[in-house]
T-cell receptor
Framework: DAGVTQSPTHLIKTRGQHVTLRCSPI?????VSWYQQVLGQGPQFIFQ???????GRGNFPDRFSARQFPNYSSELNVNALLLGDSALYLC??????????????FGPGTRLTVL | AQRVTQPEKLLSVFKGAPVELKCNYS??????LFWYVQYSRQRLQLLLR??SRESIKGFTADLNKGETSFHLKKPFAQEEDSAMYYC??????????FGTGTRLQVFP
């Protein structure tokens, strides 16, 4: 298993545009979480999905949305891009939604630059 | 408020020296605490968690509920320990709350 995969690796957009980021979890993992990591900061939680349902949402505007597909892959969508959306977007997968020992495995991230 | 604080952005030591990366947290309840590490050009990965009480790559961390701390320690640093280290907290959901990270540089 290649682990969590994300696409694309890098992306450059201009203000006002829309972007879709994709994530494939580890085989057998049903939960996917998205994090935003701005340069110099730690990852910040955006969403968690489990069994195609949203299970958690961080403090992000409605321009951010996500969904999970029947094969447990996930997309993160960001509308009306702002310069401040420039960041590394991380996807993490885990077996379940909570509980001790429920380790999250991170993907390599998608580097989004908004000009 | 739920918060993780890592006061040092950069910690530089020489090979063989002891290392302590500080982490303090704020959480009303009984959180799980983790240390994640990111080596150069690699993805974020779990180093250790407080419930495991194990030593990984010579690193240990003890949860001190009285001081709300979860400092990461290693008695003898190695050059390959150079990386970015993040302390993280998990409450009653799967959401991880990360600190801002500490870059550890180990010089030969």
């Amino acid at each position: 298993d290649a682990g969590v995969t994300q696409s694309p690796t890098h992306l450059i957009k201009t203000r006002g545009q829309h972007v879709t980021l994709r994530c494939s979890p580890i085989s057998g993992h049903k939960s996917v979480s998205w994090y935003q990591q701005v340069l110099g900061q730690g990852p910040q939680f955006i969403f968690q999905y489990y069994e195609k349902e949203e299970r958690g949402r961080g403090n992000f505007p409605d321009r951010f949305s996500a969904r999970q597909f029947p094969n447990y892959s996930s997309e993160l969508n960001v509308n009306a891009l702002l310069l401040g959306d420039s960041a590394l977007y991380l996807c993490a997968s885990s077996l379940a939604t909570s509980g001790s020992g429920n380790e999250q495995f991170f993907g390599p991230g998608t580097r989004l630059t908004v000009l | 408020a739920q918060r993780v604080t890592q006061p040092e952005k950069l910690l530089s030591v020489f090979k063989g020296a002891p290392v302590e990366l500080k982490c303090n947290y704020s959480y009303s309840g009984s959180p799980e605490l983790f240390w994640y590490v990111q080596y150069s050009r690699q993805r974020l990965q779990l180093l250790l968690r407080h419930i495991s009480r194990e030593s990984i790559k010579g690193f240990t961390a003890d949860l001190n509920k009285g001081e709300t701390s979860f400092h990461l320690k290693k008695p003898f640093a190695q050059e390959e320990d150079s990386a970015m280290y993040y302390c993280a907290l998990r409450g009653n959901t799967d959401k991880l709350i990360f600190g801002t990270g500490t870059r550890l540089q180990v010089f030969p």
